[in-house]
């Protein structure tokens, strides 16, 4: 039966879509009329009140899987969207190009009303089946829109506002839809004008980052139309091979060449006159004028890194561990192996899964299946056939051969439960059961089957809280709180250096070529407060490694907001780096892996002289704590 609300809506459509023609002005700007067209010839119901699909776990990794390079190029974008919309109830769904979300960012006090709204990871939005909306109706329309309230056609959806831009890679496919959306907001349009433009913003930042990443190894141009801009903000930028080809662009640079040449050149000598650009170096932005009598922009030209250049390394692989960690590493390993189940607690991100893998290889189950799942990143009601999977035609639409639940396969093994204060209590109950009895019921089997697995928790939340509050069974704390590990955040952690090394090395190893630090960006990372811990610091020097220019990370390359911590402190970063003396002594420090002798031998002064003079200069040698 459908509410005074939702009928309003169902009439409204309906009679605008009659007589739109005759209106004197649509109720809906014209993209939206145009997508309610699509949705009535698709036969949608204006009525329905059905949520949106939602894709099953095995097909949302797959499509994770497939689209891992534009996920992890956009995913610190994501992450700073959110940071900016969050504190108005925004939640940010990344989807791809099919119109599946693939990325999620929710706060966990509005993540419930956001999923009765039809808003999770997973949810499928295709115009031919949800109708008019935001991922849906940017993928057809190709721009960025807001779709609020009742601009949805379908009567589930006129709650949500939604503004989306699409995202397109280098050679102009379009990638996905970044989109935020709320469950409340005023009635008026205008009042997303705002968040649209945030959305379009960072829509452009994860292009500009995927043209980065796919221009390594060639000749990049970055313009804009003022001076102040070319190297902060870049409007234009084209990428091209040793031979002149163009291989990539981002969006505005391919209007840009469209607007002026009516198609895409293929060579970069149509485009700028060769000795014009020869000349743009790569010292202060120069005025380039291009051909087809274009107005000029100011540019900066990056020449491709040489492959064997130097790079700059800051200290030896497997460094020490902090260690606190070296300790409950140890300890955990004994207590898993007496058959009691280890619980990890610590901040998002500081490292839980990799610590429990950890545990796993070193304990007498190495060998055996590690078996992860996330309770907080799959739906309440995936959880439950994920981790005691089904019997064949358990219910309608399981799969005829049924499914072997993740307890089943971690038989023998560890199954790690991540997120542990996120899963609903009814399961709880049950994983109790399991537990306690060592047998599994998958849905709809006759007989139960024996297990032997291992547990790991972890949790970032207060698990005392919640079973204070009944929000966590407390007979289930006890049992899989054999032993507790507070793993300490990456700002406490002794080993930062050693980290930030290991991490730099793997994401430029999967950038393909080696990638530096420059001791001023090392300094950066060493100061930074780092609230999302290592998952961050990834994320940071993913970043880093796909934009940054000649093979070595400067602070300008880091996102923005590790740079803007260092100067709130008050300390001018510009002034620090230009002070000759301090930079010496940096360099030093870095060129010797942080070792004080081999340093102050190579600045021909004592040991006792460096100290005082780093000392003097504020630089934190890594290892020792923050006071
Ligand atoms: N010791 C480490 N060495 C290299 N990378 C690490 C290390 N610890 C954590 N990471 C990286 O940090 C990220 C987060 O790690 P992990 O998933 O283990 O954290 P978590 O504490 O379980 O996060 P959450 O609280 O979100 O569940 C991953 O990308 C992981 O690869």
């Given at each position: 039966?459908?509410s005074a609300h939702s009928?309003a809506h169902?009439?409204?459509?309906?009679?605008?879509?009659?007589?739109?023609?005759?209106?004197?002005?649509?109720?809906?700007?014209?993209?939206?009329?145009?997508?309610?067209?699509?949705?009535?010839?698709?036969?949608?119901?204006?009525?329905?009140l059905?949520g949106p699909?939602?894709?099953?776990?095995?097909?949302?990794?797959?499509?994770?899987?497939?689209?891992?390079?534009?996920?992890?190029?956009?995913?610190?974008?994501?992450?700073?969207l959110h940071?900016q919309v969050r504190g108005a109830d925004y939640c940010v769904l990344?989807?791809?190009?099919?119109?599946?979300?693939?990325?999620y960012r929710v706060d966990a006090t509005i993540r419930n009303d956001c999923r009765k709204a039809g808003l999770d990871?997973?949810t499928?939005?295709?115009?031919?089946?949800?109708?008019?909306c935001g991922?849906?109706?940017?993928?057809?329309?190709?721009?960025?829109?807001t779709v609020h309230k009742r601009d949805h056609?379908r009567a589930a959806f006129i709650g949500l506002t939604c503004s989306a831009?699409?995202?397109?890679?280098?050679?102009?496919?379009?990638?996905?839809?970044?989109d935020a959306s709320a469950v409340q907001s005023p009635d008026d349009r205008r009042s997303q004008t705002l968040v649209r433009?945030l959305v379009?913003?960072?829509?452009?930042?994860?292009?500009?980052?995927?043209?980065?990443?796919?221009?390594?190894?060639?000749?990049?141009?970055?313009?804009?139309?003022?001076?102040?801009?070319?190297?902060?903000?870049?409007?234009?930028?084209?990428?091209?091979?040793?031979?002149?080809?163009?291989?990539?662009?981002?969006?505005?640079?391919?209007?840009?060449?469209?607007?002026?040449?009516?198609?895409?050149?293929?060579?970069?000598?149509?485009?700028?006159?060769?000795?014009?650009?020869?000349?743009?170096?790569?010292?202060?932005?120069?005025?380039?004028?291009?051909?087809?009598?274009?107005?000029?922009?100011?540019?900066?030209?990056?020449?491709?890194?040489?492959?064997?250049?130097?790079?700059?390394?800051?200290?030896?692989?497997?460094?020490?561990?902090?260690?606190?960690?070296?300790?409950?590493?140890?300890?955990?390993?004994?207590?898993?192996?007496?058959?009691?189940?280890?619980?990890?607690?610590?901040?998002?991100?500081?490292?839980?899964?990799?610590?429990?893998?950890?545990?796993?290889?070193?304990?007498?189950?190495?060998?055996?299946?590690?078996?992860?799942?996330?309770?907080?990143?799959?739906?309440?009601?995936?959880?439950?056939?994920?981790?005691?999977?089904?019997?064949?035609?358990?219910?309608?639409?399981?799969?005829?051969?049924?499914?072997?639940?993740?307890?089943?396969?971690?038989?023998?093994?560890?199954?790690?439960?991540?997120?542990?204060?996120?899963?609903?209590?009814?399961?709880?109950?049950?994983?109790?059961?399991?537990?306690?009895?060592?047998?599994?019921?998958?849905?709809?089997?006759?007989?139960?089957?024996?297990?032997?697995?291992?547990?790991?928790?972890?949790?970032?939340?207060?698990?005392?809280?919640?079973?204070?509050?009944?929000?966590?069974?407390?007979?289930?704390?006890?049992?899989?709180?054999?032993?507790?590990?507070?793993?300490?955040?990456?700002?406490?952690?002794?080993?930062?250096?050693?980290?930030?090394?290991?991490?730099?090395?793997?994401?430029?190893?999967?950038?393909?070529?080696?990638?530096?630090?420059?001791?001023?960006?090392?300094?950066?990372?060493?100061?930074?407060?780092?609230?999302?811990?290592?998952?961050?610091?990834?994320?940071?020097?993913?970043?880093?490694?796909?934009?940054?220019?000649?093979?070595?990370?400067?602070?300008?390359?880091?996102?923005?907001?590790?740079?803007?911590?260092?100067?709130?402190?008050?300390?001018?970063?510009?002034?620090?780096?230009?002070?000759?003396?301090?930079?010496?002594?940096?360099?030093?420090?870095?060129?010797?892996?942080?070792?004080?002798?081999?340093?102050?031998?190579?600045?021909?002064?004592?040991?006792?002289?460096?100290?005082?003079?780093?000392?003097?200069?504020?630089?934190?040698?890594?290892?020792?704590?923050?006071?």
């Open positions: 039966m459908l009928k169902v009439d409204c459509v309906s009679r605008v879509l009659k007589n739109a023609s005759g209106l004197p002005q649509a109720p809906v700007p014209a993209p939206i009329l145009d997508s309610w067209r699509r949705s009535e010839r698709h036969r949608l119901d204006p009525g329905s059905q699909r939602i894709l099953d776990q095995t097909l949302l990794k797959e499509c994770r899987e497939r689209a891992e390079l534009f996920l992890r190029i956009a995913s610190e974008e994501v992450g700073r940071g990344l989807a791809d190009a099919q119109g599946r979300t693939l990325d990871l997973g499928w939005w295709s115009e031919g089946e949800e109708g008019t991922v849906a109706t940017v993928l057809a329309s190709k721009m960025p829109l056609f831009a699409p995202v397109f890679d280098p050679q102009g496919e379009l990638l996905g839809v970044l433009q379009a913003q960072s829509a452009r930042q994860i292009e500009n980052a995927f043209f980065m990443h796919s221009a390594l190894g060639h000749w990049v141009l970055r313009a804009h139309a003022a001076p102040g801009y070319v190297d902060s903000q870049p409007d234009y930028l084209f990428a091209w091979d040793a031979d002149g080809r163009l291989l990539a662009l981002n969006p505005a640079a391919r209007r840009y060449l469209r607007q002026r040449f009516g198609e895409v050149p293929g060579h970069i000598g149509e485009v700028f006159d060769p000795d014009a650009l020869r000349a743009a170096g790569d010292g202060v932005a120069q005025p380039l004028r291009g051909r087809a009598d274009a107005p000029a922009l100011y540019v900066r030209l990056s020449a491709p890194p040489r492959q064997s250049r130097p790079v700059p390394r800051v200290a030896a692989r497997g460094a020490e561990l902090d260690p606190r960690i070296a300790e409950h590493l140890r300890l955990a390993v004994r207590v898993k192996d007496r058959n009691l189940p280890v619980l990890i607690q610590g901040e998002t991100g500081a490292g839980k899964e990799v610590f429990a893998r950890q545990v796993h290889e070193a304990s007498a189950r190495r060998g055996k299946p590690f078996v992860a799942l996330n309770c907080a990143a799959i739906p309440d009601s995936l959880i439950e056939s994920e981790l005691f999977g089904y019997a064949a035609g358990a219910f309608t639409g399981a799969s005829s051969k049924g499914m072997r639940g993740l307890l089943q396969q971690a038989d023998g093994g560890t199954l790690f439960l991540d997120e542990i204060g996120d899963m609903p209590l009814t399961l709880q109950t049950r994983l109790l059961r399991v537990l306690a009895e060592g047998e599994v019921a998958p849905l709809g089997a006759a007989r139960r089957q024996a297990v032997d697995i291992q547990v790991i928790c972890a949790t970032h939340r207060d698990l005392a809280g919640m079973v204070a509050d009944g929000s966590f069974r407390e007979d289930l704390y006890f049992r899989i709180g054999g032993a507790r590990f507070e793993l300490p955040p990456l700002r406490e952690r002794s080993d930062r250096l050693a980290l930030i090394n290991r991490v730099l090395e793997e994401e430029a190893a999967s950038c393909g070529e080696p990638v530096g630090l420059s001791a001023a960006a090392l300094e950066c990372l060493l100061g930074y407060r780092w609230p999302g811990n290592v998952r961050q610091l990834r994320h940071a020097l993913r970043y880093a490694c796909a934009v940054c220019a000649g093979g070595v990370i400067q602070p300008g390359d880091l996102p923005a907001e590790l740079r803007g911590e260092r100067l709130a402190t008050g300390e001018d970063a510009a002034a620090l780096a230009s002070d000759p003396e301090r930079q010496a002594l940096l360099d030093a420090l870095v060129r010797h892996r942080w070792k004080p002798g081999p340093a102050a031998e190579s600045l021909g002064i004592s040991r006792a002289t460096l100290y005082r003079r780093v000392h003097q200069h504020g630089i934190e040698m890594p290892g020792k704590r923050r006071g």
